[in-house]
């Protein structure tokens, strides 16, 4: 297919967009924030731009990629989140209608409240308690109105990027590079960490079926972000580093929107049509530090 990327030069964009390549894909991979030999310069928020590339380069599909992840930045300035992860998937609907070519669509977790028990699963229902949720969720809600031929995949606590990573995997080697040796961990809030190439592989079958809808798409098994610190320690062989499980009170003034007290979830409807090739979170982490990080192991 010929595949126009947004938000390329993410975490998940940097596992993806090589990958669809391999896979005989033809991709324009765009971004706001990084413009390589292969990638255009594209906002989303400006509909015109969208719609001016787009009729160049005539996509049998756009994937929508672009967004808004930083929740703080979010909950500190709402107008910007809702431009960022509305009307830039407002805007990718527009090319859409026009074009007539279906969507994919990258959420989140985030979506929910946290109050369930049990794993969430595509058949709950969303009710965001923060910015970042919210506004995510209503480019949910956009697409489902306006575009029938659409995928929604959800994702867990990414993992992977590398050298792009911001994530949490990142912000813990950081830490070890400033010769830290107490880290502080959260263990009140769970939820399900999603490794990128892993992603990618499985949302590339995704995009070539026609099962239309939502799907969730993380790696299996359950996790607090300190049993996640607990194994990139173990797997990195720092038994010189003390790690203590806190609160999330501990980081309130640093991460202080709202986060739910479970973003697990279940690949449902990939369970039940057989497609659910994910692994477990901790032999995708070790697989992931071992690659990009070699230099940390001892």
């Known amino acids: 297919m010929r595949l126009l990327l947004t938000g390329a030069a993410g975490m998940l964009g ?42 160049k380069f005539r996509p049998d599909m756009l994937l ?23 009307i830039g998937t407002q805007n990718a609907c527009a090319v859409c209608r026009e074009l007539d070519i279906p969507i994919a669509y990258v959420s989140t977790a985030g979506v929910f409240d946290g109050k369930k028990s049990a794993p969430y699963t595509e058949f709950d229902a969303p009710n965001p308690i923060n910015v970042y949720g ?11 109105q306006t575009l029938p ?17 911001k ?3 990142s912000k813990m080697l950081a830490q ?13 809030k769970s939820g399900t960490p999603t490794y990128a190439p892993a992603f ?18 993380a790696c299996n098994g359950r996790a607090t972000r300190y049993d996640v610190a607990a194994h990139i320690l173990k797997t990195l062989g720092r ?8 609160t999330s009170a501990y980081f309130e003034k640093e991460y202080f929107a709202p986060r739910p007290k479970s973003e697990e979830m279940r690949n449902f409807v990939l369970d039940l049509r057989g497609m659910n090739e994910m692994p477990q979170w901790r032999d995708a982490l070790e697989v992931y530090l071992k690659k990009s990080f070699p230099s940390y192991l001892r």
């Not at 703080?72 to 960022?84: G, L, Q």
């Not at 031929?149 to 990573?165: N, P, S, V, Y």
């Not at 070890?176 to 009140?188: E, F, P, Q």
């Open 14 to 55: 940097s596992s993806l967009v090589p990958l669809l390549g391999d896979r005989d894909h033809s991709v324009l991979a765009t971004d706001i924030r990084f413009i390589g030999r292969d990638m255009k310069k594209l906002d989303v928020r400006h509909c015109q731009a969208m719609m001016s590339l787009s009729r």
């Open 64 to 86: 929508h990629l672009a967004a808004e992840t930083d929740l703080e930045k979010c909950e500190s300035n709402v107008d910007y989140a809702y431009k960022e992860n509305f």
């Open 134 to 144: 919210a506004s995510k969720f209503q480019g949910e809600r956009i697409i489902r």
């Open 149 to 165: 031929r659409h995928f929604i995949l959800r994702a867990g606590w990414m993992i992977g990027g590398g050298e792009r990573d």
């Open 167 to 169: 994530k949490f995997v």
């Open 176 to 188: 070890l590079d400033r010769g830290t040796k107490k880290i502080h961990a959260v263990n009140d």
């Open 200 to 217: 990618s592989k499985v949302f590339e079958k995704i995009i070539r079926t026609k099962y239309y809808g939502t799907y969730h798409l």
């Open 239 to 246: 038994k010189d580093v003390e790690l203590k499980a806190v």
